[in-house]
């Protein structure tokens, strides 16, 4: 069976809470800036509360343009309010865990990483021998990643 284990990372031009809060609200549902790979919902509780479960969607051609959309959701496991939130993905088309690290760094900057562990379940199994999922995931994360610092920096000036 794949199983990916990537690390994709990225340094923000804000302070940890701010990522933070940014990371919380795009869970909830905000579209802020993970679109326009990713969109998420809030499916129950909260996303940054032990046992919120969220749902994700990745949009392959980009929300609004058709092409396969995969559907997966999460659980919180684990929380550290403004440096850590670990993370199951538990229906859908992935299962395994993922962690989202925050680390404050000099001159009121943030290293923000994503620490995924999944493994393809259902059909997507079968595409995942055909197309590297790792790779698009790492693509898409560091895209979101980049739009966020891209706002954070904004918000600054």
Not at 43 to 70: C, F, I, M, Q, R
Not at 95 to 101: E, I, Q
């Amino acid at each position: 069976m794949t199983t990916y284990d990537l690390i994709d990372e990225a340094v923000i031009d804000a302070p940890a809470d701010a990522v933070w809060d940014a990371l919380v609200a795009e869970f909830r549902g905000a579209k802020k800036w993970w679109v326009p790979h990713n969109t998420f919902t809030a499916v129950s509780g909260a996303p940054d509360a032990v046992g919120g479960k969220v749902g994700v969607t990745v949009h392959t051609k980009g929300e609004g343009n058709g092409g396969l959309k995969l559907r997966f959701t999460s659980r919180t496991v684990a929380v550290e309010p403004g440096r850590r939130l670990d993370i199951e993905y538990v229906e859908g088309v992935f299962r395994g865990p993922s962690t989202f690290l925050l680390e404050p760094l000099e001159g009121g900057r943030t290293r923000i990483s994503m620490h995924f562990t999944g493994s393809p379940h259902g059909w997507l199994k079968v595409l995942a021998k055909v197309a590297d999922l790792g790779v698009e995931h790492s693509k898409a994360t560091l895209a979101a990643f980049e739009s966020l610092d891209r706002q954070m920096s904004a918000v600054k000036r």
